[in-house]
């Protein structure tokens, strides 16, 4: 499914990161610092790896021997940032349909009213996100990814800038997105018990490296 | 006293075509070079950036004269253009376009510049990261958040077009019905002795266009940073 073996030279910090997943959700846990955020934007393409190879779905995206880059665009993925990041001079319902219009894929209305259910945003859809919560945005963050129809989501801290209360009203609709969206997730936390709820495999990084590898039990034996 | 003659009319609406015509030209290039100068790094950037910002301070009747070497008719451009294209720019109003589009260009860029470069740039990944090439994440979001500094480069160009007088007539002169703009017949006829009446008329004239292209940049720049911000 994702398989990354890459290093990438950021300043004085070295990350260089090998693991192979098959789960619906790998959580990659780590302190900050720890270079969570950077293996991410690698994998989105967002970054190019020094040396290394990178394979989603069987297509490999990178490979520094062969000189392979493929740019973020053409990856088919999804990403959800930790600050929602939606196109304030769109209202939430052409926010959902950036990703398709982009991808040129036809309009799927079920798909649309799927996703729109499933996180509870059909009253939001003629909103700009300007007049949005904090919760509200991440929720559409996640539609908008969704219905680019990746292959891969990547979530990065998508829980991270909400305080407690608005975490506990998001984490039932990742809860969702994993038993019924069918995309396999990338989840980016530095929170053991988010992960223990979401994640089926667990890829620990310190300092840059991955230290621990599994189910969710090694957040018990690692962290 | 408000009766305005046909030579008035003719040179205020040439004043307006010339203006017009010299921001709609003028502002793709604006914007490719504000783009290029907010987010490109390369050599001779600042070079660059000095030689868009010449024409604010060099004396207008410098960069008049140099507009005549360069787009005059034995210009080295100039030349050319006539040979090959048949585009003429001396002593015609096309000239005194280029003139005025020439010496506005620098407020064009600096608005749109600004802006471009207080765009959130995370916004452009996120538009990468849901399938945008570069070209539509420029088209879908660059350009429409930084609408509100193009809108207002776009007025500020046309306010200082409109007014430009010393560029204008050095490169095209000043012939009436041709390249003769509300300045350069203000300066006409304040040097006839009874035309000082007409005189002040276009001289409100070209008061009310000023204020109003201002207050238009402000009523732009507002609706556009309100629509921008989700109201």
């Known amino acids: 499914m994702l398989r990354v073996d890459i290093s990438k030279q950021l300043g004085e910090f070295t990350l260089a990161a090998s693991f192979e997943s098959e789960g619906r959700v790998t959580g990659l846990f780590g302190a900050s610092g720890s270079g969570k955020t950077s293996l991410i934007n690698i994998i989105a393409g967002l970054l190019r790896p020094d040396r290394g190879t990178i394979v989603i779905d069987g297509e490999t995206v990178d490979d520094s021997a062969a000189g392979i880059h493929i740019p973020a665009y053409r990856r088919r993925i999804g990403y959800v940032f930790q600050d929602a990041r939606l196109f304030p001079h769109l209202d939430v319902g052409r926010n959902l349909d950036y990703g398709r219009r982009m991808n040129g894929l036809t309009e799927d209305p079920a798909q649309r009213k799927r996703v729109v259910d499933l996180l509870d945003i059909g009253s939001l859809l003629d909103r700009r996100p300007g007049k949005l919560s904090g919760g509200e945005r991440q929720r559409v963050a996640l539609g908008r990814a969704l219905l680019s129809k990746p292959r891969l989501l990547l979530l990065d801290e998508p829980l991270g800038a909400l305080d407690e209360g608005r975490k506990l009203e998001i984490l039932p609709y990742l809860v969702r997105l994993r038993d019924e969206a069918g995309v396999p997730m990338v989840y980016v936390s530095h929170d053991a018990a988010e992960l223990r709820q979401l994640a089926t495999q667990i890829v620990m990084l310190r300092h840059g490296r991955v230290t621990a590898f599994g189910g969710v039990k090694v957040l018990t034996s690692g962290a | ?231």
């Open chain 2, 1 to 231: 006293m408000f009766e305005i003659s046909p030579t008035e009319w003719t040179a205020i609406l040439l004043s307006l075509r010339v203006a017009i015509i010299a921001t709609l030209v003028a502002t793709p290039f604006g914007i490719a070079l504000a783009w290029l100068l907010a987010r490109r790094d390369f050599w001779g950037k600042s070079l660059l950036d000095a030689f868009v910002h010449l024409p604010l301070v060099l004396p207008p009747v410098v960069t008049g004269y140099l507009l005549l070497l360069t787009f005059g008719k034995r210009g080295l451009v100039g030349g050319w253009l006539a040979e090959h294209l048949g585009i003429v720019f001396a002593f015609r109003w096309t000239g005194a376009a280029l003139a005025c589009g020439v010496m506005s260009f620098p407020l064009l860029v600096r608005p749109i510049r600004l802006s471009i470069e207080a765009i959130d740039r995370r916004l452009e990944q996120a538009a990468e990261t849901l399938g945008a090439a570069p070209w539509r994440v420029f088209a879908t979001v660059t350009l429409p958040l930084a609408l509100p500094g193009i809108l207002a480069g776009m007025v500020l160009g046309f306010a200082k077009a409109i007014g430009e007088f010393g560029a204008t007539i050095t490169f095209v002169s000043n012939i009436p019905g041709e390249t003769q703009t509300i300045s350069s017949a203000i300066y006409s006829l304040i040097q006839t002795p009874d035309g000082d009446t007409a005189a002040a008329r276009l001289v409100i004239i070209s008061v009310v266009l000023a204020v109003g292209a201002l207050v238009a940049a402000e009523v732009f720049a507002r609706r556009a940073t309100a629509r921008l911000h989700g109201q």
